[in-house]
T-cell receptor, first 111, second 113 residues
Framework: KNEVEQSPQNLTAQEGEFITINCSYS?????LHWLQQHPGGGIVSLFM???GKKKHGRLIATINIQEKHSSLHITASHPRDSAVYIC?????????????FGAGTRLTVKP | DTGVSQNPRHKITKRGQNVTFRCDPI?????LYWYRQTLGQGPEFLTY????????KSRLLSDRFSAERPKGSFSTLEIQRTEQGDSAMYLC???????????FGPGTRLTVL
């Protein structure tokens, strides 16, 4: 079993829909990241969370440390949101090699 | 652009050939990481450097793989005697020591024919 599990693996939505991507992890963490990867490979960091909730534009990320669960929400989705969204956790504050990644959720938003 | 850069962006090679990739991290970042990502999967850790010292290598890094960061700035990843199973996206990231966030480059997509 992977230490970081994401669901769903694939998600297709119509433009304007509210989208939720879930991430569960089984290890102790110091931070959780939501990353966006567009076709072509480049990865962009969307959020880094250690507790609570963060909002940036139409994106909202929440984390529940007790339940070891995080969600990424996209409001009023748009075709340009189509990408792979990856959840990654940092397992130790000082050892930067300890990043574990989920397999990603491929989001397609249709106009 | 002061982000992480990688060259080349794409590499197609024949099985058995050697390939070398380069990563230029953000200039003040002293940690540099290499990851491999296959289709439909998240990145997998290969190795990381703190300045010029290679501090950890994954079991994924076979003897055919070698990475260097000779002056603590750019890094190279060499794959010798490439195999079809080496086909993947090779990602580089950099960070500050103690920082929680890694900054990723665009990746080098390797195709071994």
């Amino acid at each position: 079993k992977n230490e970081v599990e994401q669901s769903p693996q694939n998600l297709t939505a119509q433009e304007g829909e509210f989208i939720t991507i879930n991430c569960s992890y089984s290890v102790g963490i110091s931070a959780l990241h939501w990353l966006q990867q567009h076709p072509g490979g480049g990865i962009v960091s969307l959020f880094m969370l250690s507790s609570g909730k963060k909002k940036h534009g139409r994106l909202i990320a929440t984390i529940n440390i007790q339940e070891k669960h995080s969600s990424l929400h996209i409001t009023a989705s748009h075709p340009r949101d189509s990408a792979v969204y990856i959840c990654a956790v940092k397992t130790s504050l000082y050892n930067n090699n300890d990043m574990r990644f989920g397999a990603g959720t491929r989001l397609t938003v249709k106009p | 652009d002061t982000g992480v850069s990688q060259n080349p962006r794409h590499k197609i090679t024949k099985r058995g050939q050697n390939v070398t990739f380069r990563c230029d991290p953000i200039s003040e970042h002293n940690r540099l990481y290499w990851y491999r990502q296959t289709l439909g999967q998240g990145p997998e850790f290969l190795t990381y450097f703190q300045n010029e010292a290679q501090l950890e290598k994954s079991r994924l890094l076979s003897d055919r793989f070698s990475a260097e960061r000779p002056k603590g700035s750019f890094s190279t990843l060499e794959i010798q005697r490439t195999e079809q199973g080496d086909s993947a996206m090779y990602l580089c990231a950099s960070s500050l020591v103690g920082g929680n966030e890694q900054f990723f480059g665009p990746g080098t997509r390797l195709t071994v024919l």
